[in-house]
């Protein structure tokens, strides 16, 4: 059974930091770009950043740009979502995506076709 499981959400100041996880099972991670997503409360789930199988090419949203840092591990069948410079606009419920296609600025939802459960951030005084 494919599968991915994200950990790391959790409370955090602005300006601090978080990580996180997403572990793979059950298939190839490295046939596979990998997207996070991100669901803020009251509004629609937006692509947030997308790596390519081999982890060259990456894209991120113009929000996000110069704080997050998408990484990936293929031998360890996990990706990485390092957040810096947190702020209220990120809390969110974040979600991995695993997509055979890898699209740059593009994250057509109805290709990805694993995702995880999610993982909630709240950035938060």
């Known amino acids: 059974q494919m599968q991915l499981v994200e950990s790391g959400g959790g409370l955090v100041r602005p300006g601090g930091s978080l990580t996180l996880s997403c572990a793979a099972s059950g298939f190839t991670l490295d046939d596979y770009a990998i997207g996070w997503f991100r669901r803020a409360p009251g509004k629609e789930r937006e692509g947030v950043s997308c790596?390519?199988?081999?982890?060259?090419?990456?894209h991120y949203i113009e929000s996000v740009k110069g704080r997050f840092t998408i990484s990936r591990d293929n031998a360890k069948n996990m990706v990485w979502l390092q957040m810096n410079s947190l702020n209220a606009d990120d809390t969110a419920v974040y979600y991995c995506?695993?997509?055979?296609?890898?699209?740059?600025?593009?994250?057509?939802?109805?290709?990805?076709?694993?995702w995880g459960q999610g993982t909630q951030v709240t950035v938060s005084s």
């Open positions: 790596i390519s199988n081999s982890g060259m090419s990456t």
């Open positions: 995506a695993a997509s055979p296609y890898y699209n740059g600025a593009y994250y057509p939802e109805d290709e990805f076709n694993v």
